[in-house]
């Protein structure tokens, strides 16, 4: 018994296609993926531009995007055949980063001279009874998510998107993905 197959139609321009796709096709993986990159380093830039709840208590503007620092920060970089989206390790604020991402709580021993502020400040100059407090500070930031909503909302039209990308390298030649 013998099986034949026989290929009908443009089969010989799609192999010539892919023949000549063949030497660039990491090159254009690599751009593909850049433009990936920064199409969600854009959507995360935005997020946090939008504000980002919930506000800062007793102050105005939107949270993450004051001093415009963290917003600067969010790149997209190659490494290798991948891509990596985020706090760009050289901006020194992977840390605020992840705090205002995760939320934290800080605390911490309050000095004499710590005390002896708080006191003229919250109760106007009223010395403080000895014994009084505990002297523990406790700082809670409310988690203020940025990265992780913005990147899962993002990943239904990742693939499409690459795919364009790709496909527009080749003028289109790649069919209509």
């Known amino acids: 018994m013998k099986l034949e197959v026989t290929l009908t139609g443009g089969w010989e321009s799609i192999a010539n296609v892919l023949r000549s796709?063949?030497?660039?096709?990491?090159?254009?993986?690599?751009?593909?993926?850049?433009?990936e990159g920064d199409y969600l380093a854009e959507k995360v830039q935005a997020t946090i531009r939008g504000g980002v709840p919930?506000?800062?208590?007793?102050?105005?503007?939107t949270p993450l995007y004051r001093t415009h620092a963290l917003h600067d920060a969010i790149k997209a970089?190659?490494?290798?055949?991948?891509?990596?989206?985020?706090?760009?390790?050289?901006?020194?604020?992977?840390?605020?980063?992840?705090?205002?991402?995760a939320g934290a709580t800080i605390e911490m021993v309050m000095t004499d001279k710590q005390r002896r502020y708080l006191f003229g400040v919250v109760f106007k100059g009223q010395a403080p009874q000895p014994g009084t407090g505990s002297g523990l500070l406790v700082i809670t930031i409310p988690p203020r998510p940025f990265l992780a909503p913005t990147l899962k909302r993002e990943q239904p039209g990742m693939v499409l998107r690459l795919l364009k990308s790709i496909a527009a390298s080749f003028g289109g030649q790649l069919g209509n993905p």
């Open 21 to 35: 796709a063949s030497t660039g096709m990491g090159r254009t993986l690599r751009q593909a993926l850049k433009t």
């Open 54 to 61: 919930p506000p800062l208590k007793g102050r105005s503007g």
């Open 77 to 101: 970089l190659p490494q290798g055949d991948k891509i990596f989206v985020g706090v760009d390790p050289a901006s020194g604020l992977q840390r605020i980063a992840a705090i205002h991402e």
